[in-house]
């Protein structure tokens, strides 16, 4: 099992322009969660689905912010456009169930320098 | 704000020692305990969890406590070695899906 794929592992952008993150979830999994991670803020829910559709994006910030799952196997989060502030790791993770119920596997994130 | 507050920040731990990580949650929905453990440069990974119905659960050399009267639970890693030094997070969520996660403790065990 490759566990969950990102992608890019790092982006360097500048103030304003267009992000897309990407995510491969685990094959079966039918939950998919995005996390952002900062030193300040930790780690945030910013969205979840569960069968490929979006059941809580209350995490969301803004309107900037966009989160996509078109199907099992993929999702992206964009930001358009971005601020210096969007700076931080951006985590994908899936879920199915197990021992206790659906356990989350998270994956190695995308890193974001917004200039 | 929030919902699980998790101490200490940061603790340093002779090899063979025991490190003791808590945390305290105020929302009495919460149904789902779970503890990550992270490593730099990667995503967080389930460690071990426990539900409210238990007041123990050990696996190998990490145990979760969890005092529901309190609403207080921790994580007690036993013979604590170098590869265990990582950053910890607690996290707590009513029907599994939205983790809320406490602020972190970076582990930090000494040769």
New interface residues.
């Given amino acids: 099992d490759a566990g969950v794929i990102q992608s890019p592992r790092h982006e360097v952008t500048e103030m304003g322009q267009e992000v897309t993150l990407r995510c491969k979830p685990i094959s079966g999994h039918n939950s998919l969660f995005w996390y952002r991670q900062t030193m300040m803020r930790g780690l945030e829910l910013l969205i979840y689905f569960n069968n490929n559709v979006p059941i809580d994006d209350s995490g969301m910030p803004e309107d900037r912010f966009s989160a996509k799952m078109p199907n099992a196997s993929f999702s992206t989060l964009k930001i358009q456009p971005s601020e210096p502030r969007d700076s931080a790791v951006y985590f994908c993770a899936s879920s199915s169930p197990g021992q206790f119920g659906y356990e989350q596997y998270f994956g190695p994130g995308t890193r974001l320098t917004v200039t | 704000q ?1 919902q699980v507050k998790q101490s200490p920040q940061s603790l340093i731990v002779q090899k063979g020692g025991i490190s003791i990580i808590n945390c305290a949650y105020e929302n009495t929905a919460f149904d ?1 305990f ?1 503890w ?1 453990q992270q490593f730099p ?6 460690l071990i ?3 409210p119905d238990v007041s123990e659960k050990k696996e190998g050399r990490f145990t979760i406590s969890f005092n529901k009267s309190a609403k207080q639970f921790s994580l007690h890693i036993m013979d604590s070695q170098p590869g265990d030094s990582a950053t910890y ?1 607690c996290a707590a969520s009513i ?5 809320s ?4 403790t970076t582990v930090t065990v000494r040769a």
Wanted: net charge positive; hydrophobic share 35%; charged share 20%.
């Fill in positions: 929030q789902y779970p990550y440069g990667k995503g967080p990974a389930l969890a426990i539900r997070f029907r599994d899906y939205k983790l996660f406490g602020a972190g």
